[in-house]
């Protein structure tokens, strides 16, 4: 099995070490993966909410050449072994130096670390437990047994998270046997036990956490950087909240300044005045949206009126039909409204062709009751392979454009034919 090095030192970024078995795991265009297991590696593979560290493996060959194997991924398979994915092969025997990605690992460290720190927090100060941890590429989660948590409280655990960032208190990890752990879990010393046997590897910072953890970790607090919190949502099994820490925390700042900067530029103020600005002119808008509301309203009566005029009532039915490239469905629908409400004796057929397919409108005033609208329209665009429907006294449908003059003409004849019968 191999010695997983990172246990003791998660500050180490070279080893030596020796090829022990090799696979090939999966053919792909282009060439094959391999898996490459070592008698001992600083590689962490993906466990417990932390991905895989990157890097490379360097070995020389019998006849001097050096060989360079870059460490694409690294996994553990259920008996435990680590395997090194790499897209070339080397000889089981072969001695081998491994140079982790220091930026990347540094970059989980210091969101492990800040993700024990927080958890800890939260659940003393908040009694919010932590259910689960994700370290993402660009922000990192842990979900809590907890319903919405307050921005005031939320505002609380990240000062303290930074202030005890601040102290640089020792990170130190420990093993301890199954026994002693247990006994430190019932005590209320150990916040979650993993569900294996053997002996416990246990990070301690002093006085804040003491938790059982194989992950990677910094040697102190100060070496977190900062901690940024990002946000909550509801999850299923309570309430999700992202965090960044280090690295990720002076750029989450950076950008978030960048956005502030672009958005308060067009309008000449300082981003100070942002908040107060933007609640102005989102109530500006909505005003604006019911003045605009109020002159489409209008638009719709004048225009009914007009189509009513220009349309006269033929047989005992006025039948308006027009075809809109300018005007959209909610116009549409709003005008064929206007008009059978505004008039007797009256069908309406919409489309509105401003994109495809077109939307179509079938409706009448309240005394042509020899017309089902919804039953007309939907036979007639079944028909043609469409779909469209409603109540008796209007429906809508959308049909291919070119296919909406045939339609309205359709629904018209079948009109006429009724109003001459009934006549």
């Known amino acids: 099995m191999t010695q997983r090095?990172?246990?003791?030192?998660?500050?180490?970024?070279?080893?030596?070490?020796?090829?022990?078995?090799?696979?090939?795991?999966?053919?792909?265009?282009?060439?094959s993966e391999w898996h490459i297991a070592l008698d001992q590696t600083a590689f962490y593979p993906t466990s417990g909410g932390q991905p895989y560290d990157l890097g490379q493996l360097t070995a020389v060959s019998r006849g001097g050449a050096t060989i360079e194997v870059a460490v694409s991924g690294v996994e553990e398979d259920d008996a435990g072994e680590v395997w090194h994915v790499t897209a070339k092969p080397l000889l089981a025997g072969t001695?081998?130096?491994?140079?982790?990605?220091?930026?990347?690992?540094?970059?989980?460290?210091?969101?492990?670390?800040?993700?024990?720190?927080?958890?800890?927090i939260l659940a003393r100060e908040v009694d919010a437990a932590t259910v689960s941890f994700h370290l993402g590429e660009q922000v990192s989660t842990i979900d809590l047994a907890a319903d919405a948590l307050r921005p005031a409280d939320l505002e609380r655990v990240e000062?303290?998270?930074?202030?005890?960032?601040?102290?640089?208190?020792?990170?130190?990890?420990?093993?301890?046997?199954?026994?002693?752990?247990?006994?430190?879990?019932?005590?209320?010393?150990?916040?979650?036990?993993?569900?294996?046997?053997?002996?416990?590897?246990?990070?301690?910072?002093?006085?804040?956490?003491?938790?059982a953890c194989g992950g990677t970790h910094v040697r102190a607090l100060g070496q977190i950087g900062s901690l940024l919190l990002r946000g909550?949502?509801?999850?299923?099994?309570?309430?999700?909240?992202?965090?960044?820490?280090?690295?990720?925390?002076?750029?989450?700042?950076?950008?978030?300044?960048?956005?502030?900067?672009?958005?308060?530029?067009?309008?000449?103020?300082?981003?100070?005045?942002?908040?107060?600005?933007?609640?102005r002119k989102q109530a500006e808008l909505k005003a604006a949206a019911k003045e605009r509301q109020k002159l489409y309203e209008e638009l719709a009566d004048y225009h009914a009126a007009r189509l009513l005029v220009e349309d006269p009532i033929e047989h005992g039915l006025r039948i308006v039909e027009r075809?809109?490239?300018?005007?959209?469905?909610?116009?549409?629908?709003?005008?064929?409204?206007?008009?059978?409400a505004a008039a007797p004796q009256t069908v309406v057929i919409l489309a509105s062709a401003q994109?495809?397919?077109?939307?179509?409108?079938?409706?009448?005033?309240?005394?042509?009751?020899?017309?089902?609208?919804?039953?007309?329209?939907?036979?007639?665009?079944?028909?043609?392979?469409?779909?469209?429907g409603g109540s008796a006294d209007v429906a809508q449908g959308q049909v291919p454009s070119g296919q909406a003059a045939a339609v309205a003409q359709v629904l018209r004849l079948r009109a006429l034919e009724i109003s001459k019968a009934t006549a």
């Open 95 to 120: 001695r081998v130096t491994g140079v982790i990605d220091w930026s990347r690992r540094l970059d989980h460290m210091q969101q492990h670390s800040g993700q024990h720190l927080l958890s800890a």
């Open 323 to 340: 075809h809109f490239t300018d005007r959209d469905a909610a116009y549409t629908k709003l005008l064929a409204s206007r008009i059978v």
């Open 159 to 211: 000062v303290l998270a930074n202030l005890a960032i601040t102290e640089d208190l020792p990170v130190s990890i420990r093993t301890i046997e199954r026994a002693e752990a247990e006994s430190m879990l019932a005590a209320g010393l150990l916040r979650k036990l993993p569900e294996r046997a053997g002996s416990i590897r246990v990070i301690e910072m002093p006085g804040i956490d003491l938790n």
């Open 5 to 31: 090095l990172y246990y003791a030192d998660s500050h180490r970024k070279t080893f030596e070490a020796e090829v022990v078995d090799i696979r090939e795991h999966a053919r792909r265009e282009g060439g």
């Open 355 to 388: 994109q495809d397919p077109a939307a179509m409108v079938f409706a009448r005033s309240k005394d042509v009751t020899a017309i089902h609208c919804g039953e007309w329209l939907a036979a007639v665009l079944a028909e043609q392979g469409n779909r469209g």
């Open 232 to 279: 909550t949502e509801k999850v299923k099994q309570g309430t999700r909240l992202s965090f960044v820490c280090g690295l990720r925390a002076v750029r989450a700042a950076r950008e978030d300044d960048q956005l502030l900067a672009a958005i308060s530029k067009p309008l000449s103020i300082h981003r100070s005045s942002l908040a107060e600005t933007m609640a």
